[in-house]
């Protein structure tokens, strides 16, 4: 298998900017799922990425056809400013082309997505005309081209349709189908491991221990990982030893491209990632310039990449979201690493420090009188109130150098739901 990078995430010192991280990050992603790629049915393909340009064989539509039910024609037989009258020549329908040449001063019948005939080039709709005794009446005023779709008008063959790199949405794979691909060649999935860290934890549905505390961000990173088309293990909890959480850290190096972890990560007597890592790989702490988030452990073991966020549920959320899932996207083969952001009004007033950047739960709220939708804060907004991830949309994402936002302002907002899959 393709090994990262030797010099992967290596340490920087001072403390970076987000898009510092994220563009070191990005450099020293490598895909590692190009070993074995995988040809699957299109039913398959939901959220995998194709790690081969999909090339169209064919136009699309294959042949001229018509965008409406009514009648196809030449548009050199119609009068200019009285109605013309034609005989009805045969029948085109869907799956069923009229074969001969459109004789002079004739109509076809035809209906939506039927082959236009040969020699016409008009479709009048059967709304617009009068038939008597079989005896079609156009009234004029038709445009040249009226009502056909040409042949080639959304594919041409030889394009390239979808590219190399690509996570598969639905509209794509019917894209690839509209082209004729059965099947597409796809990166195997990433392989990811991930465990939660701490001595407090207990797994819900068992009774809680006095001093513990159910553990979330398992069940957060577990199912955004799969909403990202990796292959994701449940490695369980590893507690505060330091034996302990090295022996698992190695065991699941050797079978993952990526490991998480979340918690145990600060320079507490209690934590016990950094000394594992240490010992079995390479790691660094990037201090990157966020709230919420402490470090953020990058490292190496073996041939497994190692990502070590922070342990309260919403820091390691947020984390998740802004570093872990470019690279994990990128580790896989795709493109499109970053979430989409957009302009919304804040609903609050809020005031900062200047160079960090920030990320708020927020409530999108519509407006009534159509002015842009209004970001509502949660309170509180405390990096462990998992609540403030629930009742909300998304983030909202304040800059660097802004110490102060007022209400009415525009900010960036960016939602779950273009994040989480
Ligand atoms: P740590 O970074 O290990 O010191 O953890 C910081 C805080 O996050 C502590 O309050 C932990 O109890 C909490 N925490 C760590 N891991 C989890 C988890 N998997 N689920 C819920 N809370 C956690
Ligand atoms: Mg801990």
């Known amino acids: 298998m393709n090994k990262l990078a030797d010099d992967c995430f290596n340490q920087v010192e001072d ?76 029948r085109s329908a869907a799956g069923h082309p009229f074969e001969q040449p459109l004789e002079p001063g004739k109509a076809v019948r035809i209906f939506t997505g039927a082959v236009m005939p040969a020699d016409a080039d008009t479709v009048v709709m059967q709304e617009d005309v009068d038939i008597v005794d079989g005896k079609l009446t156009v009234p004029p005023g038709l445009k040249l081209g009226a009502n056909r779709r040409h042949q080639g008008e959304d594919t041409k063959q030889g394009a390239t349709v979808l590219a190399k790199g690509q996570r598969l949405r639905a509209q794509d794979l019917g894209l690839a189908a509209s082209v004729g691909h059965g099947k597409l060649a796809l990166y195997r999935r990433l392989r990811v491991g991930v465990f939660s860290t701490g001595d407090e934890l207990a797994e819900p549905g068992t009774t809680l221990p006095m001093g513990a505390v159910y553990d979330a961000n398992r069940q957060i990173l577990l199912a955004l990982i799969t909403g990202l088309g990796a292959e994701v293990s449940d490695l369980g909890i590893l507690p505060d030893r330091a034996d302990r959480v090295q022996a698992g850290l190695d065991a699941a190096a050797k079978n993952h491209d990526l490991l998480l972890t979340s918690g145990g990560v600060s320079v507490g007597d209690e934590d016990h990632v950094r ?107 405390g990096s462990g109130i998992i609540n403030s991830l629930v009742q909300t949309h998304g983030l909202v994402e304040i800059g660097e150098d802004v110490t102060e936002i007022r209400a009415g302002q525009a900010v960036d907002f960016m939602p779950f739901d273009e994040v989480a899959s």
């Open 15 to 90: 403390l970076m900017s987000t898009a510092e991280a994220l563009a070191v990050l990005r450099e020293r992603t490598v895909i590692v799922t190009q070993d074995r790629l995988e040809s699957l049915p299109l039913s398959q393909g939901l959220g995998r990425i194709l790690a081969k340009d999909v090339i169209s064989g064919l136009d699309v539509p294959p042949h001229a056809n018509s965008a409406v039910d009514g009648y196809a024609l030449r548009h050199q037989d119609l009068s200019p400013d009285k109605p013309t009258d034609f005989a009805i020549q045969g």
């Open 275 to 381: 000394g594992a890592v240490e010992a079995l790989g390479h790691l660094n702490f990037w201090r990157v310039a966020i709230k919420p988030g402490r470090p953020l452990a990058l490292g190496q073991i073996g041939d497994a990449a190692f990502v070590g966020l922070p342990g309260n549920p919403v820091a390691a959320m947020v984390c998740f979201l802004r570093f872990a899932r470019p690279l994990i996207l990128g580790m896989a083969g795709a493109v499109d690493l970053d979430p989409v952001l957009y302009r919304v009004a804040a609903d609050f007033d809020f005031e900062k420090k200047a160079g960090r950047r920030e990320w708020l739960r927020a409530r999108l709220d519509r407006q009534p009188d159509g002015t842009a939708p209004r970001a509502v804060l949660f309170r509180p907004q």
